[in-house]
């Protein structure tokens, strides 16, 4: 138990469906992420709230979209995925975004899209 | 661009010593950091390394050169729920972390 925990832990979903991962942190942090890691590649860091400011990957497509309402909670919004969008979604928290701020991970949601 | 290299898979046995190699080529340093991952969980917290040298921690050491861009991550006496991913991650100058793709290690009898 690392404190954040996610729901839910797998997904399976058509490209035509609306779905949304939802994260909670227990920790009292100020700074949230989610991250898609895929196998055998490094995690890819697709957003970052820090003290409500949002700080997003230019690379993310629009069809991933993040709410953040307050600092225990975040959400990705997901619709109209593609099948290459399959992979673990992970989200942590942080104390911090900036300076040395250990994360710490949810046990990541498991995403197919067929 | 920004780049972390590390193996992709490593076999040890039981009760022996692994090193696990990082090495690195991001904008700016702020930190590295190794995590662990058991297969179907979250990466979890090891070590940060932001100074040259060795930081111990146990079973478990990491060490650092920023000159030359490389940690390593020392595991000793190895068990067999030693099992899992390392994944090193490098701090840029944004306060990002940098990942790099992780290393299986497979512990054997």
């Known amino acids: 138990e690392t404190g954040v925990t996610q729901t839910p832990r797998h997904l399976v979903m058509g490209m035509t469906n609306k779905k949304s991962l939802k994260c909670e942190q227990h920790l009292g942090h100020n700074a949230m992420y989610w991250y898609k890691q895929s196998a055998k590649k490094p995690l890819e860091l697709m957003f970052v709230y820090s003290l409500e400011e949002r700080v997003e990957n230019n690379s993310v497509p629009s069809r991933f979209s993040p709410e953040c309402p307050n600092s225990s909670h975040l959400f990705l919004h997901l619709h109209t995925l593609q099948p290459e969008d399959s992979a673990l979604y992970l989200c942590?928290?942080?104390?911090?975004?900036?300076?040395?701020?250990?994360?710490?991970f949810g046990p990541g949601t498991r995403l197919t899209v067929l | 661009g920004q780049n972390i290299d590390q193996p992709t898979e490593m076999t040890a046995t039981e009760g022996a010593i692994v090193q696990i190699n990082c090495t690195y080529q991001?904008?700016?340093?702020?930190?590295l950091f190794w995590y662990q991952q058991h297969a179907g969980e979250a990466p979890t917290f090891l070590s940060y390394?932001?100074l040259d040298g060795l930081e111990e921690k146990g079973r478990f050491s990491s060490f650092l050169s920023r000159s030359k861009g490389y940690s390593y991550l020392l595991l000793k006496e190895l068990q067999m729920k030693d099992s899992a991913s390392y994944l090193c991650a490098v701090m840029d100058s944004n306060y990002q972390l940098i990942w790099g793709a992780g290393t299986k290690l497979i512990i054997k009898p």
């Open positions: 942590a928290s942080s104390q911090g975004s900036g300076d040395y701020n250990e994360q710490f």
């Open positions: 390394n932001v």
């Open positions: 991001t904008s700016g340093f702020n930190g």
